[in-house]
């Protein structure tokens, strides 16, 4: 379920800002950093949607100052005691250092254009933006009461890392919670719309970032099930251009619509009103 | 002879010290002794292998090719077999088996992972890896089992969902989204059972159940341990090391509240008496499916829910967020 990162850590350096220029991951062109940043960081040669943080994009999307956080004080836990090149524990505490972020998703509500939703969105800096046992339970918890406030939910994914390995099966098993109450949420009549940037994958692709009843996409985005990595060391054979892009993904049948950045916030606020929520 | 692990060497070799002795026997007491001590020996020896075996053997065992695949358990477990295939939508795919069965009178729905025996199986079957459309079939007859009242019985075997191009045109993410969803929610009974490689999310796309219980010697993990290694490890030959870290073994899985049961393996593993391992499974489906069925609709999706919805670790401050 987690991925190997291989286009997408590449592009990971470059998604920080680094001073004056920044890179496009996607054109390679030197961007000037505060020229992006009032462009929504979205590259005007060739128009990727370059990394936003979930605080950018909470102020992207809500209007401003209506954002109110839920369960911000869930904090994960080291269940299987797991260390690799460095103790779990420690690489939580570097994550949370770098990203100010207690763990790869935020929830919470807030309004868009005067329309109060239910909102989580995940980050993909915080370790990938994989999901353990404290991204599962927000969103869980997220989906819950969006159920019995009848509130319209979003949720933005961005995660390269899919189930967060260092939790082991408790990750995967994320996937199957945070599923079962969004068909609870389904049956009750709620609209969920998932919005899907780069990149989405894994297990986090496999659960909830596919279960909206509307789906929308950022342009050029990386998402689907398997990493790049893992498909061509699997096939042997080179991948075609455009592969596992919210273009693919559009040609295929698997989203609705791709939506640029900037009007994202437009956009969702007409699908709650064309579905009377 | 040549189906030991390397890690069975000793055993190996014992068993093949017992082979030699009952070909040049004279059929004197004395040696009959000898090799009934030999025999006793090597029971022993089994037992005390097999009741600690580390997580990569356990891997091993898992992954042995005589290990009891779905078709095994179709065959020895259920009274007769009524294969479905396809999905309707796109093709009929060999790593997953559907079908009516019996057991003892009662009517189920079950389908599996086939990894497959031979090369030409096992080519045919992806190992056991899964494409879209045969999690989609796995779906469509189970909502049929549902709407016919059976209850629905899934046997869990995968190193992981295929990763290719054709997989994720045709929505390798969706369809095991869709699955656990759907499943969440089917009103009928389910009981997941892994009975050897539990792969990520191409073992949980089947594995959304009221009880999931997992055979002593299979393992259930977020990733595999070599691709676990590749990833944290830099490299599969770790993959050992990432065996052990991600605790995926049947004790660490009931310990933590991920599976209900462990079924115990006949001595020396599953893969030893096929027989043996088949009448256990039995006997435990027997009893779990004529304990669900007493249970209201209700009940049975709300316990269903609660089973995932409590799963997490994690702490919770008391400080205002
Ligand atoms: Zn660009």
């Known amino acids: 379920m987690p991925q190997t990162q291989t286009a997408v850590s590449g592009r990971k350096k470059r998604h920080i800002p680094e001073g004056t220029w920044t890179q496009c991951p996607g054109c390679k062109a030197r961007l000037v950093t505060k020229a992006l940043e009032r462009n929504q960081r979205i590259c005007p040669e060739c128009d990727f949607h370059l990394y936003v943080s979930a605080g950018q994009r909470i102020e992207q999307v809500l209007d401003a100052g209506t954002f109110e956080e839920w369960d911000g ?89 899919g189930a967060r390995m260092h939790e082991g099966i408790f990750s995967l098993m994320q996937m199957a919670k945070v599923s079962a109450a969004l068909a609870r949420y389904d049956q009750q009549g709620g609209l969920f719309i998932s919005v899907l940037t780069n990149p989405t994958m894994g297990g986090v692709a496999a659960s909830f970032a596919s279960l909206g009843d509307v789906v929308f996409a950022e342009p050029k985005a990386l ?18 251009e455009g592969f596992q892009t919210s273009e693919f993904l559009l040609e295929h049948g698997f989203i609705d619509r791709i939506v640029t950045r900037e009007k994202l916030k437009a956009e969702i606020a007409r699908t709650i009103d064309y579905c009377g929520k | 002879m040549d189906d030991y692990l390397e890690f069975e060497q000793p055993l190996a070799d014992l068993d093949q010290k017992i082979n030699q002795l009952q070909q040049q026997s004279d059929d004197s007491a004395e040696s009959a002794e000898q090799i009934r001590e030999l025999q006793r020996q090597l029971t022993e020896l089994t037992r005390e292998t097999y009741g600690s075996l580390t997580p990569w053997q356990t891997v091993q065992v898992a992954r042995h090719k005589n290990r009891p695949h779905t078709i095994d358990y179709l065959s020895l477990v259920f009274d007769e077999f009524v294969e479905l295939h396809g999905d309707k939508l796109f093709g009929d795919d060999r790593a997953i088996r559907v079908g009516f069965a019996s057991l003892d009178r009662t009517k189920v729905m079950v389908l599996g992972h086939q990894k497959g025996r031979t090369f030409n199986d096992r080519t045919e079957n992806y190992f056991g890896c899964a494409h879209p459309e045969g999690y989609r079939k796995a779906m469509a007859k189970m909502r049929m089992a549902a709407k016919y009242n059976l209850p629905v019985i899934c046997l869990i075997d995968t190193p992981g969902a295929y990763p290719g191009i054709g997989a994720e045109e045709r929505g390798q993410a969706q369809v095991i989204a869709e699955n656990m969803y759907e499943m969440s929610r089917l009103e009928t009974p389910i009981i997941c059972i892994v009975i050897g490689e539990g792969g990520s999310g191409g073992a949980l796309g089947i594995g959304v159940g009221d009880r999931v219980a997992v055979l002593e010697h299979a393992y259930y993990s977020v990733i595999s341990p070599e691709g676990c290694a590749g990833i944290l490890w830099k490299g599969a030959q770790h993959a050992e090391k990432a065996a052990t870290a991600l605790k995926f073994t049947s004790d660490h899985l009931l310990k933590m509240g991920i599976v209900d049961d462990v079924i115990p393996e006949p001595l020396g593993g599953a893969h030893r008496d096929h ?47």
């Open chain 1, 73 to 161: 004080n869930l904090l994960a836990g080291d269940p299987l005691k797991f260390t690799d090149s460095r103790a779990y524990v420690d690489r939580l505490e570097a994550e949370r250092k770098k990203t100010g972020l207690s763990d790869a998703a935020i929830t919470g509500t807030g309004m868009i254009r005067a329309r109060r939703v239910a909102i989580g969105i995940t980050d993909s800096q915080f370790i990938m933006g994989s999901m353990g046992s404290v991204v599962g339970e927000r969103l869980t918890r997220l989906v819950e009461k969006a159920t019995e406030q009848n509130l319209p939910l979003i949720i933005v994914s961005g995660s390269g890392g």
């Open chain 1, 223 to 240: 998402i689907g099930f398997a990493g790049p990595r893992t498909i061509k060391a699997t096939i042997r054979i080179e991948l075609p």
């Open chain 2, 275 to 321: 027989h043996k391992m088949a009448a256990t499974m039995r006997s435990y489906l027997g009893k779990q499916l004529k304990d669900l069925k007493q249970q209201e609709m209700s009940t049975l999706l709300e316990g269903r829910y609660e089973k995932f919805r409590r799963i997490g670790e994690f702490v919770e401050s008391e400080a205002v967020s």
